[in-house]
């Protein structure tokens, strides 16, 4: 199915700037970027997509219920890809208001503002809308036996306060298909990684704290298991879903790159070796930056998903493997320090040219 409209939340942080740019790259829809821009969101992650008559901008919090509305009335989506969310561990225990207020209750005043818009539409309307809802597998919680993977049939076990509000909405969702009607898709996936991924994640922070002659810090041994996947892979994924997934279903997105995090550093910094050969003052060796500090609570062990539905189901399969996505993530980071540089400094926050809402 061929979606004309697609309203995107959370447009400018990592994974919406990425969808943003494969529809406008990649396909002729016309694509409204729903955005509340808090730190996160980054408009010079989407600096060519601007330029695009296809494309426009809502400065608006999805916890606003009167503002959605007119967004849904003006510009009359034929489908939502909702990734607007708070995502970083550490911020969620130091504090989950935030996350509660967003993940929980902005998903759910998104919800209604669909399902009332959704209500009004003609019966062919109404039949292709989509609600496809973006979520994590860290809902999961933890895997302790080595064998075992994240189905989309896993018991949700939440570990933070991030995971349980994401385990929140993907509830609210499925509730929402359930009671309503409300035709929904929801996807739950890996680690992402590569280009314009904010700093304070574990890849970019890994990558700037080296070229910076900054220690390299790693949680408890560093032998936590992540999987892998590089953001444009997961961008496809997405659009695959909205397009032709089963409704009411849910799909595991992964990247079958199952790695240690200790692993993860030790191999940026030996890519630094060869691609940024002159070193900060001081530093002879990336590696010998990197510096091991206390385990934060509740930190999962491993995580690691099935991805066998989507791949049977709708033809999605990885394209990078870690080796060849990490290549060209610590790459863009050599050749773009003017876009970090920008975060770093927080002049990024400063580009506000072309809102609308």
């Given at each position: ?15 919406g ?16 970027n ?66 509660i ?119 408890g ?16 994924a997405?659009?695959?879903?909205v ?110 040219l072309?809102?609308?809402?």
């Open positions: 199915m061929v979606h004309k409209k697609i309203l995107v939340t959370g447009g400018s942080g990592f994974i700037s990425a969808v943003i740019r494969h529809l406008i790259e990649q396909t002729q829809q016309d694509v409204a729903l955005d509340a821009l808090t730190y996160a969101g980054n408009l010079e992650s989407l600096s060519f997509a601007s330029d695009s008559p296809r494309y426009r901008l809502y400065h608006v919090d999805i916890c606003d219920a009167k503002a959605l509305a007119q967004v849904f009335a003006e510009f009359q989506p034929s489908a939502v890809m909702h990734l607007a969310a708070e995502s970083h561990v550490d911020r969620s225990i130091d504090g989950p208001d935030a996350f207020q967003t993940n929980i209750v902005g998903t759910f005043t998104l919800l209604e503002a669909a399902r009332c818009y959704w209500s009004t539409l003609n019966i062919g309307a109404r039949e292709a809308f989509r609600f496809h809802h973006i979520s994590t597998d860290e809902v999961y919680g933890d895997l302790e036996d080595p064998k075992e993977l994240f189905r989309e049939t896993t018991p949700y076990a939440p570990s933070s306060p991030y995971s349980a509000s994401k385990a929140s909405s993907d509830h609210l969702v499925r509730a929402w298909h359930r009671t309503y009607g409300l035709p929904v898709l929801i996807t739950n996936c890996s680690n992402n990684y590569g280009p314009f991924h904010f700093p304070e994640k574990l890849i970019p922070h890994v990558i700037l704290n080296a070229l910076h002659g900054k220690p390299i810090p790693v949680y041994d560093g032998s936590q298991i992540r999987d892998w996947l590089f953001v444009e892979d997961h961008a496809r997405l659009c695959r879903v397009a032709a997934g089963t409704i009411g279903e849910t799909y595991n997105i992964g990247g079958h790159n199952e790695i240690r995090n200790l692993e993860v550093v030790q191999t940026i910094c030996e890519l630094l070796e060869e691609l940024a050969p002159e070193k900060p003052e001081g530093v002879l060796f990336y590696r010998d930056l990197i510096t091991f500090v206390k385990d934060r609570p509740g930190h999962d062990q491993r995580y690691a998903i099935d991805a066998s539905k989507i791949k049977r189901e709708l033809g999605w399969v990885p394209r990078e493997s870690f080796e060849t996505g990490i290549r060209k993530t610590v790459r863009w980071y050599l050749d773009n320090p003017e876009w970090w540089q920008r975060v770093l400094s927080g002049d990024y926050r400063l580009a506000r072309g809102e609308r809402g």
